[in-house]
Nanobody, 119 residues
Framework: EVVLVESGGGLVQPGGSLRLSCAVSGLTFSIYDMNWYRQAPGKQRELVAA????????NYADSVQGRFTIFRDNAQNTMDLQMNSLTVEDTAVYHC????????????WGQGTQVTVSS
């Protein structure tokens, strides 16, 4: 069974920082591209950050560029998202996502962790 478990969410004041983690089991982590998505109430799901399977390439949404950093540890089967200079617009449920593109594509999602930025 494939399981993705996010942690690290919570309540933080504007300007603060949080680090989210995603622990993955049940798949060959090192061959999966990994992503962080978020969804705020009433808004579409948004791709926040992406990292390729071996960590050689990362991409960020314009709204988080320069503030968020995505990491992965293929030895530990984990992926993190360091979030700095948080604003109220970053309030959302953050989900980790695993994607493999081969002859067959595979996609797996975590349940999500709530991040609330509020004073």
């Amino acid at each position: 069974e494939v399981v993705l478990v996010e942690s690290g969410g919570g309540l933080v004041q504007p300007g603060g920082s949080l680090r989210l983690s995603c622990a993955v089991s049940g798949l060959t982590f090192s061959i999966y591209d990994m992503n962080w998505y978020r969804q705020a109430p009433g808004k579409q799901r948004e791709l926040v950050a992406a990292i390729t399977s071996r960590g050689g390439s990362t991409n960020y949404a314009d709204s988080v560029q320069g503030r968020f950093t995505i990491f992965r540890d293929n030895a530990q089967n984990t992926m993190d998202l360091q979030m700095n200079s948080l604003t109220v617009e970053d309030t959302a449920v953050y989900h980790c996502h695993a994607h493999y593109e081969g002859r067959v594509s595979y996609d797996y999602w975590g349940q999500g962790t709530q991040v609330t930025v509020s004073s």
